[in-house]
């Protein structure tokens, strides 16, 4: 009688899930695509004197560097608060909070405390990761569990900046990057956590960047960038199908990137940046390798066959995938940051000096429409933090964060 049950909550929660998928405009890290990109228009193409109006912000969002999902009138985001990480939900039109939940004990780290992964919205579910591991998937309406996991049940150890993959559901999986040797990534049932496969073959301690997702010669491919390779999986049993070497050093954070036949990626601390064809045998090519991007952790843009985002060292870059090429390159208007996207234009976000400024997306130069200095700024970032939350434009609004501060504007034009 306990299995039949068992197996009648399991049914009904793929059956809701499927029923009543979310199709929000900003549901899991990076938007829809995973790629920064928000398909709004109507926005503002420039800013008055001092940015765009503010419609709302709360102070107590938590301590802690996680992005925002917002799905319907909802926006899900994570938060420390007296030493437990919590998911937090709140109304997008008021700034309201709607409720808490207990995702942890708090992470602790010179560079700053709490939590730093986005959650992932679908259907009446949201998923989410604690900076020492712990996955969980709650209901929307209330905040109310239906299951938990940490990824020390998978062989993973917390890495040195924390947990801070966003989960990536994609059918009835889940996948995630727990790092180690019993395997680096799992598949979950995404209605009750049971591990479905483990890549044995892939022992990579877990790093920071989060997996992607595409279909490919009849395939759905899971795509990782782990801190020693570039790896593409069978996202059905987790079969690896290819693997590329990586130089990572230190924190391996940016999403890979797919363009055309091929795979980009980028990291910090020295590593660089790659492009990989792969051929429909799954067959990996390196078609470049330089160091014209090397981006730390403020993300990367494709957008009509150019990367831009900030290069250290070199300042903010636009760069020509097919050959890696340096474009254009912006040294002195902006400090280093990071990027989104939005009708026509890029959000950029400077870590040191909370500079938010807009720009022609354009390959012909950085040209600029407006900027404004968040304020106030978060008085408990630790010493060493930035602002380091990445913008997010939906429903014609831009969400950005510092801390426990959560700030909405209104960047719909009139």
């Known amino acids: 009688m306990q299995h039949f049950f068992t197996l009648a909550i399991t049914f009904s929660l793929l059956l809701q899930a499927t029923l009543r998928a979310a199709d929000g405009p900003w549901p899991q890290w990076r938007g829809p695509g995973r790629d920064d990109i928000s398909h709004e228009t109507g926005l503002l193409q420039s800013w008055p004197e001092?940015?765009?109006?503010?419609?709302?912000?709360?102070?107590?969002?938590?301590?802690?560097?996680?992005?925002?999902?917002?799905?319907?009138?909802?926006?899900?985001?994570?938060?420390?608060?007296?030493?437990?990480?919590?998911?937090?939900?709140?109304?997008?039109?008021?700034?309201?909070?709607?409720?808490?939940?207990?995702?942890?004990?708090?992470?602790?780290?010179?560079?700053?405390?709490?939590?730093?992964?986005?959650?992932?919205?679908?259907?009446?579910?949201?998923?989410?990761?604690?900076?020492?591991?712990?996955?969980?998937?709650?209901?929307?309406?209330?905040?109310?569990?239906?299951?938990?996991?940490?990824?020390?049940?998978?062989?993973?150890?917390?890495?040195?900046?924390?947990?801070?993959?966003?989960?990536?559901?994609?059918?009835?999986?889940?996948?995630?990057?727990?790092?180690?040797?019993?395997?680096?990534?799992?598949?979950?049932?995404?209605?009750?956590?049971?591990?479905?496969?483990?890549?044995?073959?892939?022992?990579?301690?877990?790093?920071?960047?989060?997996?992607?997702?595409?279909?490919?010669?009849?395939?759905?491919?899971?795509?990782?960038?782990?801190?020693?390779?570039?790896?593409?999986?069978?996202?059905?049993?987790?079969?690896?199908?290819?693997?590329?070497?990586?130089?990572g050093r230190t924190a391996v954070v940016p999403t890979p990137i797919f363009w055309q036949d091929c795979v980009y990626v980028t990291s910090g601390y020295g590593a660089g940046c790659m492009l990989v064809r792969i051929d429909d045998d799954f067959n990996a090519e390196i078609v470049y390798d330089n160091k014209q991007m090397t981006n730390h952790h403020g993300g990367v843009i494709l957008l009509?066959?150019?990367?831009?985002?900030?290069?250290?060292?070199?300042?903010?870059?636009?760069?020509?995938?097919?050959?890696?090429?340096?474009?254009w390159r912006e040294r002195q208007l902006l400090d280093k940051g990071a990027i989104a996207y939005a009708d026509k234009r890029f959000y950029c976000l400077g870590e040191d000096t909370g500079d938010v400024v807009l720009i022609a997306a354009s390959s012909e130069g950085w040209e600029e429409h407006g900027r404004f200095t968040l304020d106030p700024q978060s008085e408990l970032r630790s010493p060493k933090g930035r602002i380091w939350t990445h913008p997010v434009i939906a429903d014609g609004r831009l969400y950005l964060r510092d801390q426990e501060l959560l700030y909405c504007f209104d960047v719909r034009a009139e």
């Open 50 to 247: 001092g940015g765009p109006k503010q419609l709302w912000s709360s102070d107590d969002c938590g301590i802690g560097y996680s992005g925002p999902a917002i799905v319907g009138n909802r926006l899900y985001i994570l938060g420390s608060r007296e030493g437990e990480e919590m998911l937090l939900c709140f109304d997008v039109k008021t700034g309201e909070e709607q409720w808490a939940t207990p995702v942890g004990p708090e992470l602790e780290n010179s560079w700053g405390n709490g939590p730093r992964g986005t959650p992932s919205v679908e259907g009446d579910f949201v998923y989410t990761t604690g900076g020492k591991g712990n996955l969980l998937c709650l209901r929307t309406e209330d905040g109310s569990q239906v299951w938990s996991k940490n990824m020390k049940e998978f062989g993973g150890q917390v890495p040195y900046w924390g947990y801070s993959e966003s989960p990536l559901i994609h059918d009835e999986k889940l996948l995630y990057t727990p790092g180690g040797e019993q395997g680096a990534i799992v598949a979950l049932d995404k209605a009750t956590g049971e591990l479905l496969w483990q890549t044995e073959e892939l022992t990579d301690g877990a790093h920071y960047s989060s997996i992607v997702v595409q279909e490919r010669a009849g395939k759905t491919i899971g795509v990782q960038l782990l801190v020693s390779q570039l790896v593409g999986f069978d996202m059905e049993n987790g079969n690896v199908l290819w693997t590329v070497p990586w130089p």
């Open 304 to 327: 009509d066959d150019h990367i831009f985002g900030h290069s250290n060292k070199k300042g903010w870059t636009c760069q020509d995938v097919a050959t890696g090429k340096k474009v």
